[in-house]
């Protein structure tokens, strides 16, 4: 929880006011904005001067009698030099009654003390747990992976005992918001593809020093994109919306190169990068559901022990699926995760079949805002 004195009070201000959802204008803000327009809430983006036109121009809300949403998803763009400056209109967030939705972004352009201490707004989910996304941290997924019993890939503790193929984990070195990731199936292939991704100013020595190694999982990546509502009352707290799996480049393009073309690109062709551009929809075969609804029962029993009162809301699981159809956990998004965006206002395939409507992850959180504010519960799903 937050430690600000005027949080309570200002929740119980938020259920008699109108409330309008935020959100840091990138990520999957659109999937934010679209859900809360569906659920008839007025909208707040958050942008940074240079990459606002998306939000303040091309999805900018128009609304029939300042009522009905005829066209477009915000109403309110907020506009500076740098997404951290939202900071200096908290009062103004306060009167307006604003709810903050937290993606990657906010985490990433925010620091996780200020998130956590000075952002004295309600915050849909626990703010605590953004946290647990740096893989810097002590009880970060991976801990918490371990402590719930939940697969992953097994962690390689130096370069010197790769002994089958694995992935090396660390930032890129221009792109810090982005992977400088790359495979090898020994220590003299990482010895190699470390010098000339060094040389290319790819990585850095001091990221290659704290980089996670672990085995390589061969198989199809699912990311699955669940909710859990702390206030439901009719079945199960827990649900699984949908599915989605990502575009990355360069890794993408090399792919659809044949074998003997790939042996032919140059030394800053030859590596490919991991940076996600894109996602789509997937779904899995039936009997694998029941593998995937453990995972996420696990994650939330052992979020309830570790980071009270445990995850709220929205959380992505990222997944590979080896041959013999065993799951294993790569990652974990405590908050909206980035490939919503695919099933914004056609909904998620099984949040639809579950709701019997058009439910998108982003529809799933203003349904959840508005149930607890007609039940006086909002204290229950922000922090």
């Known amino acids: 929880m937050a430690q600000m004195k005027d949080l309570r009070y200002l929740i119980s201000g938020y259920e008699q006011g109108k409330i309008k959802i935020g959100a840091i204008a990138s990520h999957s803000a659109l999937d934010i904005f679209d859900g809360a327009v569906e659920e008839g809430f007025e909208t707040v983006a958050f942008c940074q001067k240079g990459r606002e036109k998306t939000y303040a121009k091309y999805f900018r809300a128009y609304r029939e009698a ?43 352009y925010i620091p996780l003390d200020i998130i956590e201490q000075e952002l004295a707004i309600p915050v849909f989910g626990n703010r605590m747990m953004l946290r647990i996304e740096e893989r ?8 918490l992976l371990e402590k719930a019993g939940i697969p992953t890939p097994e962690k390689i503790e130096k370069p010197e005992k790769i002994d089958s193929l694995v992935i090396v984990k660390l930032p890129h070195a221009k792109k810090r918001l982005e992977r400088g ?5 020994s220590f003299e292939e990482y010895s190699e593809k470390t ?19 672990e085995r390589y999982i061969i198989g199809p990546v699912f990311n699955l994109n669940f909710f859990y509502s702390p ?23 090399h792919v ?13 062709q030859k590596y490919p990068e991991y940076t996600v551009c894109g996602h789509n929809s997937a779904t899995l075969r039936e009997s694998l559901l029941e593998k995937a609804f453990e995972i996420g029962e696990r994650f939330v029993e052992v979020s309830q022990k570790y980071y009270p009162p445990g995850i709220i809301g929205p959380f992505c699981i990222q997944t590979c699926v080896d041959k013999d159809l065993n799951f294993y956990v790569y990652d974990v998004a405590p908050r909206i995760g980035g490939g919503t965006n ?12 579950l709701w019997h409507e058009r439910m998108s992850t982003g529809r799933r959180i203003a349904r959840e805002i508005r149930i607890a504010v007609d039940k006086g519960m909002l204290n229950k799903v922000v922090t």
Not at 74 to 82: E, G, I, K, S, W
Not at 83 to 107: G, T, W
Not at 195 to 213: H, M, P, Q, Y
Not at 258 to 267: F, Y
């Open 136 to 143: 810097t941290e002590e009880k970060n997924y991976y801990w």
């Open 231 to 253: 206030i439901a009352e009719d079945g199960t707290p827990l649900e699984l919306l949908g599915i989605d799996w990502r575009f990355e480049t360069s890794l993408d393009g």
């Open 342 to 353: 695919v099933h914004m206002n056609l909904g998620h395939p099984y949040g639809n079949a």
């Open 195 to 213: 010098s000339i991704l060094l040389k290319n100013g790819v990585i850095t020595n001091e990221d290659l020093e704290k980089a996670r190694i």
């Open 256 to 268: 659809r190169l044949p074998a003997n073309q790939q042996l032919t690109l140059n030394e800053k």
């Open 66 to 108: 300042y009522t009905n949403v005829v066209k477009g998803l915000v109403d309110y763009p907020y506009v500076y030099d740098r997404f951290s400056e939202m900071l200096n209109d908290i009062e103004k967030l306060q009167n307006e009654c604003v709810v903050l939705v937290p993606n990657r972004a906010l985490s990433s």
């Open 181 to 185: 990731f790359f495979t090898a199936a």
